[in-house]
């Protein structure tokens, strides 16, 4: 008997190597990489290639389409995201950190589609039909028409499905769970969920279902991450936020059938995430207006301004390397506004520890918040308190320069909505209305520096 033949596949990002080692060279974790049996299935490859393949037709790339037919399940928040509800025959991933709230947002997405008519499956690998309707008790969703399943085997799911006529929405909870009796590897594995994964995938093409994969995110790897089914759905969105704070954000990261980088906000309470429509109030709720080192940060999330609280603290530093922590901004981004501000603006703030935090949990991935993080961090270093009436917004060029960013008008108003009478920017565009607000337009980084630090307690060290 031939040997099984096994490869050695990283349960992060589905590298494969041949032979064992530490640390992946594909995603860089250490830890991933387990022995997996690829005699079937995915990884074997194709065993052999015939001259019989069967030939399709092809088309102009001009033709009839229609568009996509779509379920709305009226929660607004949800619907945004998904580019205006779940779209028929599609796969979606919905992945998050385990204990995020993907299990209650799907349940609730769920009972409202039910309560619209439509049918709905839910499937749990991981609670029992007896908790998965205790849950809903306590949501107040027990008496919907939600059919429900304790499953993990894939096939038996896709039996269970074949039974009946194909419900509108397939809900698997999660993907992690599922196991399939064509591969041999053992449940949990890359193999394992990218089989199971491409089943349901198939399924949904096939059958116009829309199918929901529910995916853990783990950093320990022992699991195999979502990331290995990305590629397969047509869309991917992560249900982000940190559990100590109570709000949660569903980011869109891939959409075939609408725009990414939408994202839909909730509030975690005791009777299930509720929608917030007006995010900015939320995450400005428990700014402390006098404190230096704070800044109103007005961002867009997808087509949506977000008002957000950059805080930074600067303190001098006992280390030889001083202390760089960042959180809900990229790090790299970071160091390069201190460069500017260090040779360009000649201020000297590199050997004092910096901490930048993003209030509330949000991640802030534009570099439009460039002017908001260099104001924070002036007003920590000459503890001067920027206007509790301001927002910034403005991306910062290596030569020193603020330059402008899109959207000025939209990010304005909200401003203006939310009480705001200033805003510090890059030069508008002739396009861009100020409304309401006093717009002060700063073309050097270096004007703004000064204008802050003037107001401070603490001379700064300027050159
Ligand atoms: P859950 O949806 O099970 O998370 P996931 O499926 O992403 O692992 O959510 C679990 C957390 O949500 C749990 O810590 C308790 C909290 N929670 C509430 O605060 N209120 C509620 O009404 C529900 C159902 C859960
Ligand atoms: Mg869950």
Redesign the pocket.
């Given at each position: 008997m031939a040997k099984a033949k096994s490869s050695f596949i990283c349960q992060v990002c589905g590298a494969v190597y041949t032979r064992w080692q530490g640390r992946c060279d594909s995603c860089g974790d250490w830890n991933t990489i387990a022995e997996e049996l690829t005699d079937s299935g995915v990884g074997a490859g194709p065993k052999s290639v015939s001259g019989t393949g069967r030939a399709v037709p092809l088309v102009p790339l001009a033709g009839e389409t229609e568009s996509a037919a779509r379920i709305e399940t009226g929660i607004a928040e949800l619907d945004r995201v998904l580019g205006g509800g779940f779209v028929m025959g599609s796969a979606i991933l919905v992945g998050?950190?385990?204990?995020?709230?993907?299990?209650?947002?799907l349940l609730q997405a769920a009972a409202a589609l039910a309560e619209r008519g439509r049918s709905v499956v839910y499937v749990s690998g991981e609670e029992a039909v007896g908790q998965i309707r205790l849950?809903a008790q306590?949501?107040g969703l027990g008496d919907r028409n939600v059919a429900l399943a304790s499953e993990t085997n894939a096939e038996n799911i896709l039996a269970t499905l074949a039974a009946g006529s194909p419900p509108h929405l397939v809900i698997i909870?999660s993907i992690q769970t599922l196991w399939t009796d064509r591969v041999e590897s053992a449940p949990g594995t890359v193999t394992q969920v990218r089989t199971s994964a491409q089943a349901l995938t198939r399924y949904a093409k096939k059958s116009g279902a829309a199918v929901v994969l529910?995916g853990?995110v783990t950093k320990d790897g022992q699991i195999a991450g979502p990331r290995v089914v990305e590629h397969m759905v047509d869309a991917v969105l992560y249900?982000e936020g940190d559990?100590s704070h109570t709000f949660r954000i569903l980011r869109g990261v891939k959409n075939r059938f609408g725009a990414t980088d939408e994202i839909g906000v909730f509030e975690?309470?005791?009777?299930?995430l509720k929608e917030v429509a007006n995010p900015s109030a939320l995450f400005l709720d428990q700014r402390d207006k006098g404190a230096s080192g704070s800044a109103v940060f007005a961002g867009m999330e997808g087509t949506r301004p977000v008002l957000v609280e950059i805080q930074a603290l600067v303190s001098p530093s006992p280390l030889g390397t001083p202390r760089r922590a960042v959180v809900g901004w990229d790090s790299s981004r970071l160091s390069m506004v201190l460069a500017v501000l260090e040779s360009r603006c000649g201020v000297r703030i590199g050997a004092n520890d910096i901490y930048l935090n993003v209030a509330g949990g949000l991640k802030v991935g534009e570099p439009a918040a460039d002017l908001a993080v260099a104001a924070a961090l002036i007003s920590s270093l000459t503890n001067a308190p920027l206007p509790p009436d301001a927002v910034y917004f403005g991306e910062i060029s290596l030569a020193g320069g603020v330059r402008p960013v899109v959207h000025a008008s939209l990010r304005l108003r909200e401003a203006q909505k939310l009480g705001f009478s200033s805003a510090i920017t890059g030069r508008l565009g002739t396009g861009d209305k100020a409304g309401g607000i006093v717009v002060s337009e700063f073309s050097e980084l270096a004007d703004l520096v000064g204008r802050i630090a003037a107001n401070g307690r603490k001379a700064p060290t300027v050159d």
């Open positions: 998050g950190d385990p204990g995020i709230g993907k299990s209650t947002l849950r306590r949501l909870d529910v853990h249900f559990t975690m309470t005791s009777l299930g």
